[in-house]
């Protein structure tokens, strides 16, 4: 299921011999999710095929831990006063106690 884009995300990728960059705004999605091995995130941009573009990311969850290791360590960054602070902290805290959630769950089932 996909969701809008409620700010901005902007990607580059970069070849030897070629540069890609995209923005996707409000009007793209995004659907992150789960997997046995990891962690998938895709940016989409939809409409005319001039303009139509998607990004599709997965990521094992060693290398996701590490990014969320990194992000930690340079949270001080984040102005006090930027508007989506608050929602940053809160989804942080969902996702903490989602995954803590499945260590009582598989706990339980013993």
């Known amino acids: 299921m996909t969701k809008p884009i409620p700010d901005k995300a902007e990607v580059a990728l ?29 940016l989409e941009r939809t409409g005319a095929p001039e303009t139509r573009k998607s990004v599709h990311i997965h990521m094992h969850y060693g290398l ?8 930690a360590a340079t949270a001080g960054h ?7 602070r608050d929602h940053l902290v809160n989804s942080v805290k ?17």
Request: hydrophobic residues 35%; glycine residues 8%.
């Open 78 to 84: 984040i102005p006090q006063d930027h508007p989506s």
């Open 14 to 42: 970069e070849f030897w011999d070629k540069f890609y960059s995209g923005t996707f705004e409000r009007s793209s999605r995004f659907e992150a999710t789960f997997d046995a091995n990891g962690v998938g995130l895709i």
């Open 94 to 110: 969902s996702l903490h106690r989602a995954v803590e959630s499945l260590g009582a769950t598989s706990s339980q089932g013993c």
């Open 64 to 71: 996701f831990a590490d990014v969320l290791e990194q992000l």
